[in-house]
């Protein structure tokens, strides 16, 4: 293929201006663009926010990842089928307590493999990457490094920003904006792994009927897209909710089951929003995140929001009959400390 010139790769940029769709070959002609830095900084700058602000379909999504995962993802063998991943696309407006990450810890105590695919903090104070490293985990480590610590750990973590795991493009440009884009969404589903099993949360209750197709369409064949709402601040969060109500796509196969919840539906007490929200600092968000996955009961609301979390995958895989029994199993987990002993065990693995 041949590389676009600047003033063709800036006459779809000029579409997009006039908010106008790309077909997915379109979109991913010019993420491959991205992805080989073949265009200026300021091309790119301006491909970036002229599509998000247009906001993205479908196919724009899946060519971006098409892209994504083509030039600039590490492909890595011998994981588990049953190899899972459980992430948010950032961008949410309401910036919580990393729960995703002390959820996997939950998940994976329960024998279900894990293979997160997260980044540093963009939009948020203290993300995946920041978290798990000022925990022990090694962050930088090779790709290679991680496969071992899944099979051996039962969980491991590909850096999204490293240039183990994105040797080209993810890691300058993710290092160089500080506002959400398509690569939340399409980025952060390229994981090494390639798993087919995922909860996803998205920040936008819009997004997901397109984000469940855009994962059908790359090759997921199980999982939960979820967003949720607070109710005494009116804002939106990449996860399921213990403040308000939460939107749930469940999908298996062709099969797509759509609903909400109140926290009060599955065993969990409705809390106030500024009980799991981030906090000021990296040290203070690593003693909360500590004492939750230990289940001291310290932190008892961040505790519910892990257990509503973990036990939606517990329910989506099995393991409980029910999304409220898989809630009062993950608390359960948690409160006999098998979290905190899957967090000792992987730092042992995949240690610096």
Not at 84 to 99: A, E, P
Not at 127 to 152: K, L, W
Not at 246 to 267: A, C, L, M, Q, T
Request: aromatic share 6%; proline share 3%.
């Amino acid at each position: 293929m041949e590389q676009m010139t600047i003033a063709e790769f800036g006459s779809y940029v000029q579409k997009l201006i006039e908010r106008k769709d790309l077909t997915c070959k379109e979109s991913y002609l010019l993420f491959r663009e991205l992805m080989t830095n073949s265009q200026p900084d300021l091309q790119q700058g301006a491909f970036l926010a002229a599509l998000t602000a247009k906001g993205e379909t479908v196919d724009e999504i899946v060519g971006a990842w098409q892209a994504i995962d083509e030039f600039d993802t590490v492909h890595v063998e011998g994981v588990p089928d049953t190899v899972l991943d459980n992430s948010g696309t950032g961008m949410d407006s309401f910036k919580t307590f990393n729960v995703s990450s002390a959820a996997a810890l939950v998940i994976a105590a329960h024998g279900i493999p894990v293979a997160r695919h997260g980044a540093r903090a963009i939009t948020s104070r203290c993300g995946t990457v920041d978290i798990m490293e000022a925990m022990g985990v090694n962050v930088e480590c090779p790709p290679e490094q991680v496969v071992n610590s899944i099979n051996s750990a039962g969980i491991g973590l590909f850096n999204g920003m490293s240039p183990h795991i994105h040797p080209g493009a993810l890691g300058r440009i993710l290092s160089q904006i500080k506002f959400g884009t398509t690569f939340n969404i399409a980025a952060s589903l390229a994981n090494p792994a390639r798993p087919k099993r995922a909860i996803r949360g998205v920040y936008s209750r819009s997004l997901l009927e397109p984000v469940t197709q855009v994962m059908k369409q790359i090759g997921f064949q199980h999982g939960l897209v979820v967003h949720g709402s607070t109710d005494d601040c009116n804002v939106g969060m990449d996860e399921l909710s213990v403040c308000g109500m939460s939107s749930i796509h469940y999908f298996d196969g062709d099969k797509i089951d759509r609903f909400d919840i109140e926290p009060e539906d599955v065993g969990i007490a409705r809390h106030a929003a500024s009980t799991i929200t981030a906090l000021n600092s990296l040290e203070q968000e690593s003693e909360r995140f500590l004492s939750t996955v230990t289940g001291s009961r310290k932190y008892p609301e961040c505790e519910d929001f892990v257990a509503l979390n973990a036990g939606a995958v517990l329910w989506m895989e099995g393991i409980s009959t029910t999304l409220t029994a898989g809630v009062a199993e993950a608390r359960y987990t948690l409160s006999q400390g098998a979290a905190l002993d899957k967090l000792r065990l992987w730092r042992t693995v995949q240690k610096l």
